[in-house]
């Protein structure tokens, strides 16, 4: 029973294990893996196929240079669908209501990009910290308001994520009770 309403934020444990690492393995413990065998059982090509379509999809609208980004995006599709199906579970958990989970995952592809960018584009990465007739007085202090802004992008993004993922639990039990 919950002593409150936000209860249901706490991440779970049971005998001081936490349940969020059993939540991320457990759906991965569903895939078949591929053997070393000519012809694959039924599942293992129906995974295959249904991969390389999805994968398909996913980069149609690409040019070349992006789908070596294929990979990392074709693991992030594969790891937070079954993760956000299980909380269609009736008393189950879903890791990514969890804000440790979020920011772990926006933190890095953030800065990921922010990276690449400034490595493969500088003046265009630079460029988006001042916006065209700017007046010269204001110059330093908006280059400090955007750089700021853009160090707190991932820490909005991660916390609006998880509020718009809990606010449907928080809503059902306002009502339930």
């Not at 293992?44 to 999809?57: C, E, I, M």
């Amino acid at each position: 029973m919950a002593l409150n309403f936000f209860d249901q934020f706490l991440s779970p444990t049971h005998l001081g294990i936490p349940l969020i690492l059993i939540a991320m393995i457990f759906p991965w413990i569903l895939y078949p893996s591929p053997t070393n065998r000519w012809l694959n059982n039924r599942l293992v090509t129906l995974q295959g196929q249904f991969f390389n379509r999805f994968s398909q999809q996913l980069l149609l609208p690409l040019n070349q240079g992006g789908h070596k980004w294929a990979l990392i995006l074709m693991s992030l599709m594969v790891f937070f669908y079954p993760i956000n199906m299980l909380g269609l579970l009736p008393y189950t958990f879903t890791p990514t209501t969890q804000l440790s989970l979020n920011m772990g995952f926006a933190v890095p592809f953030w800065l990921a990009t922010v990276i690449i960018g400034m490595r493969n584009q500088p003046t265009a990465a630079l460029g988006h910290l001042l916006t065209e007739g700017t007046p010269v007085p204001l110059i330093p202090v908006l280059i400090i308001i955007e750089t700021i802004s853009l160090f707190i992008r991932p820490i909005a993004l991660g916390v609006r994520l998880t509020a718009n993922l809990t606010a449907g639990h928080l809503l059902i039990q306002l009502i339930a009770t």
